[in-house]
């Protein structure tokens, strides 16, 4: 079957840096998309990645390892507003989407 | 605003009642969508159309239909509502369906639908 896997639950404190993993099995790779949700909002698009290495944007980096079926967001100077739900979704074979339940990222003062 | 809309963004309803959740994008995008999130936030596909026709359609109750009368708009209608349909139901559009880019989701605000 297909599956993705991510942490449930992450904290850290404002203005440190935190890495968020997520690991893929799926039939097939056509990318590997980052969504942000915030608390009883929709998620929004934040990166996505289709050759291995690292994608960079503002304070938000995501990488990926095809041979390791494994990427990770990393977001730099935490700021409160960053407390949210991060979603990793791979796209297999046939275009279509696998969503991971998503990491609450908690960022204390 | 260029945006993925839909209504009504709170429905609260009795079991057994039909109700519509309607959407709009104004993006000019070809593929919408359909998703349900539960409350442990998984978020599930239920329905894809793309230029109107539909190209995805995942194991959902029959009771679920959704209708794309053009490429801008695509609503679902739900019959005879049972408990377990309480969820979030987001709709959504991107460019197209062949990888990339493409593939990048604008989501609606969402629709929280409560069956009592």
């Known amino acids: 079957g297909q599956n993705i896997d991510q942490p449930t639950e992450m904290t850290a404190t404002e203005g440190a840096i935190v890495q968020i993993n997520c690991t893929y099995q799926t039939s097939g790779f056509n990318g590997l998309f980052w969504y942000q949700q915030h608390a009883g909002e929709a998620p929004t698009f934040l990166s996505y990645?289709?050759l291995d290495g690292l994608e960079e944007k503002g304070r938000f980096s995501s990488f990926l390892s095809r041979s390791k079926g494994y990427s990770y967001l990393l977001l730099k100077e935490l700021q409160m507003k960053d407390s949210a739900s991060y979603l990793c979704a791979v796209m297999d074979s046939n275009y279509q989407l696998i969503w991971g339940a998503g990491t609450k990222l908690i960022i204390k003062p | 605003d260029t945006a993925v809309s839909q209504t009504p963004k709170y429905l609260v309803t009795q079991m057994g009642n039909d109700k519509s959740i309607k959407c709009e994008q104004n993006l000019g995008h070809d593929t919408m969508y359909w998703y349900k999130q539960d409350s442990k936030k998984f978020l599930k596909i239920m329905f894809s159309?793309?230029?109107?026709?539909?190209?995805i359609n995942e194991t959902v109750p029959n009771r679920f239909s959704p209708k794309s009368p053009d490429k801008a708009h695509l609503n679902l209608h739900i019959n005879s509502l049972e408990l377990g349909d309480s969820a979030v139901y987001f709709c959504a559009s991107s460019q197209g369906t062949s990888g990339g880019g493409a593939n990048v989701l604008t989501f609606g605000a969402g629709s929280r639908l409560t069956v009592l």
């Open positions: 990645n289709v």
């Open positions: 159309y793309n230029n109107k026709e539909l190209i």
